[in-house]
């Protein structure tokens, strides 16, 4: 190749292409957004639920399906790389992005992402994971500066990045528009160099985000392989103009080539040998997103019990925003648009065609019960913006003036995350999550309240009670600063400002667990129509760590699915740990009566901590707890095990 081609394909073309080699016939190859579906390639695509639903879930199983209809679906569009899954925790229940990732802790993030991409990749399309690292909150992202000490970065913000890149075989990695500890993300060569690429080993292409890069030396000298979506600071004349003055590393240029070429052949390689050519739409994909709303939907409260509501009741009132349209996802990169949506209301109507239903607030009082419908859209929660933590507009009114006027009231938020509910929940029988449902998840949300679905999604994330009780309260947005409507993506339009990560590795609920104070609903948290009870556990060493087994038991009279919860602590530790963190999970579906006994295997880090001095991960000698429970404050067995330590 000449050094013209190899500065060339180092940056992108028409925004979401490589430009290949066309003298060697190295094609190009095209890209699209994202995880949650195929967006702007003009052809119809199934609208997903929201992934932080599929994390609700806790379902590898189902994060493999949606993988898989997805990359079939880029795949029947003849689209080579997916430019997802996004994987950035959950910090703030701000961020604008939280409905396109998944949750607040690592583990379950980086486990269902690891599904997710063997899916995608084996229907002939490469994954990117993404946003590489710490881009937690979309407020002013290009100017947002994410400080954090090292141990936190390690044990908590790389995580899941590392689960996906040294188990997944992830194709890409794309990195963030903000600064990690003063630095670029895309310049940060510690950071893509060090760990990604050399302790990691990772050796697929590194790309920057859309216009995601500022200076070129620095770009091009922390290993970054390719800038996109067109070249801003890796343009031919800057480059060739560094190589004439012998300022331009020729060996780094070369690695960046070698890996877009292995990448763009690899791709080419499993297009050939991937035994299907993708699939379109269709109903095998819509059966697969009303599987994972059916799982993701979280029954939060359910005071009575109210839900499930009577096919046979008489009056049923059904209010609120979000009743119809349903909004299918937050705004920005990941929005797929839904080409048929359903709603709740219609979803309501088709269900219980017997059923009167009311829109009408004049007659609250008359009805069996209210269905009030709140949360946010595609312009109130989206890409480049953060949203407040409180509902919007009158949408408070409304649910008090629906709970004073009926008893019998139930909230069905639809949104990304947390929202503030302290205000309204107590006179509110049933509250549901239903995250953003996509085209068609409406219908597994009427399908709950109508007792035809048990429901048993789990938090991905904790909610506060108020937004002073977050970890991250008093540490997100300068002082004195506001949140925004007008989405910001990429400029630098104010100074830059720093973003103390204060909470350090105590993130959602193992702040909550450090500090005592109680959230409003845990991680882990979600009810059920039926009950589950949990016996019989043993902890044992086995070749690659510790085996945790357990029995558990519908002891309900409905079938229904069960997450059993894996948390290890340490409390013996010489470095402050969380009292629990999540090191395992499981999902089973139970007949009622029916008993399964579950294996955990916890991997020999799942003990560990990071240890700055030494640089790396370090079982300190002692007694580990370990709790098996329905939620990360519902814990039904515990245990001991005692390590030499190492
Ligand atoms: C956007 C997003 C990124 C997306 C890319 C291409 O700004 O940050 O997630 O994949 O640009 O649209």
Not at 94 to 118: M, Q, S, T
Not at 143 to 167: C, G, K, N, P, W
Request: proline fraction near 5%.
């Amino acid at each position: 190749m000449t050094i013209e081609e190899k500065v060339d394909l180092i940056s992108g073309v028409d925004s979401f292409w490589t430009k290949g080699v066309p003298r060697l016939a190295v094609r190009r190859l095209r890209m699209a957004d994202a995880s949650m579906g195929l967006r702007n390639a003009f052809i119809p695509a199934t609208a997903f639920p929201a992934f932080i639903a599929l994390a609700a879930t806790w379902d590898r199983a189902a994060a493999y399906e949606y993988g898989s209809a997805v990359g079939a679906e880029f795949r029947a569009a003849e689209i080579d790389v997916l430019l997802g899954p996004g994987i950035n925790l959950y910090r703030v229940a701000n961020c604008g992005r939280n409905f396109e990732y998944l949750g607040e802790d690592p583990i379950l993030a980086g486990e269902l992402a690891v599904e997710y991409v063997k899916a995608v990749q084996a229907q002939g399309v490469s994954a990117t994971v993404k946003h590489f690292a710490a881009n937690n909150t979309d407020w002013h992202r290009s100017v947002s500066d994410s400080i954090m000490d090292e141990r936190t970065l390690r044990e908590v913000y790389l995580a899941a990045f590392e689960r996906v890149v040294t188990q997944a075989g992830v194709g890409a990695v794309m990195t963030g528009y903000n600064l990690l500890n003063g630095e670029y993300a895309a310049e940060c060569r510690a950071l893509i160099r060090g760990i990604l690429q050399e302790e990691w080993g990772f050796t697929g292409v590194v790309m920057s985000d859309w216009g995601g890069t500022w200076n070129t030396m620095a770009s091009f000298g922390s290993g970054l392989s390719l800038e996109m979506g067109v070249a801003k600071v890796f343009t031919r004349e800057r480059l060739l103009a560094l190589a004439g003055d012998g300022a331009l590393d020729l060996e780094e240029l070369d690695r960046k080539v070698l890996a877009i070429l292995a990448w763009t052949f690899a791709i080419e390689e499993a297009q050939s040998s991937a035994s299907a050519s993708g699939q379109r739409r269709g109903p095998g994909h819509l059966r697969t997103a009303l599987d994972v709303a059916r799982k993701g939907t979280v029954l939060l409260k359910n005071e009575g019990p109210l839900l499930p509501l009577d096919l046979g009741m008489r009056r049923l009132s059904v209010l609120g925003p979000c009743a119809f349209p349903t909004p299918t996802s937050g705004g920005g990169a990941a929005k797929v648009e839904a080409i048929d949506p359903r709603s709740i209301l219609g979803s309501v109507l088709e269900l219980a065609p017997n059923v009167n239903v009311s829109r009408d607030e004049d007659t609250l009082a008359q009805s069996d019960a209210v269905l009030v419908c709140v949360g946010f859209d595609a312009a109130t929660e989206q890409e480049g913006a953060d949203r407040p933590f409180g509902l919007p507009w009158k949408q408070v009114e409304l649910i008090r003036k629906c709970a004073a006027a009926n008893p019998n009231t139930i909230v069905v938020i639809v949104g990304g995350g947390g929202v503030a509910m302290a205000d309204w929940i107590d006179p509110v029988k049933a509250v549901v999550h239903g995250w953003y449902p996509g085209e068609i998840g409406s219908v597994a949300i009427a399908e709950i309240l109508f007792g035809r679905c048990n429901p048993s999604g789990k938090l991905p994330i904790s909610i506060e009670r108020t937004w002073r009780d977050a970890p991250a309260y008093g540490a997100y947005l300068p002082d004195g600063e506001s949140l925004y409507t007008d989405p910001d993506y990429c400029s630098q339009c104010r100074p830059f400002f720093q973003v103390h990560y204060k909470e350090c590795v105590f993130v959602g609920y193992r702040h909550y667990d450090r500090n005592g104070t109680a959230p409003l609903f845990a991680f882990g948290h979600g009810l059920s129509y039926t009950t589950f009870t949990y016996g019989g556990l043993t902890i044992e060493r086995s070749d690659t760590g510790v085996a945790v087994c357990c029995t558990v038991t519908n002891s309900g009279a409905v079938a229904g699915g069960e997450v059993v919860q894996v948390y290890v602590g340490d409390p013996q530790s010489t470095v402050p740990r969380p009292v629990r963190e999540l090191k395992g999970f499981t999902r089973v579906e139970l007949a009622a009566g029916e008993s399964q006994t579950v294996r955990i295997e916890l991997p020999e880090r799942a003990f560990a901590f990071y240890d700055v001095t030494a640089k790396r991960w370090r079982i300190e000698p002692g007694e580990f707890v370990i709790e098996v429970g329905a939620s990360s404050r519902d814990i039904r067995l515990t245990g001991r095990i005692q390590y030499a330590g190492e």
